[in-house]
């Protein structure tokens, strides 16, 4: 398995923050939008994709334990965003690509 930090190595990928858990075990790769569903059904130890760039997001992302959060599609972090994933300490990425694309990328690069 690899750790989250692998991301780095990808141009695709660009690291927003780096978190507590930069050097966390990926697992797997879970793409979720809907904040309730990703809550309940995230996986831990995995790398998040989503679009959903808001403070939110990272609530959710400490309370499932994932290995980092993708932010795709380019979506704009706001600071007060950022703020959050600081305070929280997740690993932040973000990528140009859409979720999907975003998703197999990051499962190429995990070697998952």
């Known amino acids: 398995m690899k750790k ?3 991301l780095t190595k ?3 990928f660009k690291l927003i923050n780096e ?30 994709v989503t679009v959903m760039a808001n403070i939110n997001t990272f609530a959710v992302a400490t309370l499932a334990d ?12 706001d ?4 703020e959050k994933a600081k305070e929280k300490g997740i690993t932040l990425f973000s990528t140009e690509e859409p979720v999907y694309e975003a998703a197999l990328l990051a499962k190429e690069t995990f070697e998952l």
């Open 4 to 6: 989250s930090s692998e």
């Open 10 to 12: 990808n141009e695709k």
């Open 19 to 48: 978190g507590d858990n930069f050097d966390k075990e990926v697992e797997k790769i879970f793409c979720c939008d809907l904040l309730s569903i990703a809550m309940g059904r995230a996986p831990a130890g995995s790398a998040w």
């Open 66 to 77: 994932v290995s980092c959060v993708i932010i795709a599609e380019g979506m704009d972090i």
């Open 79 to 82: 600071e007060v965003t950022l």
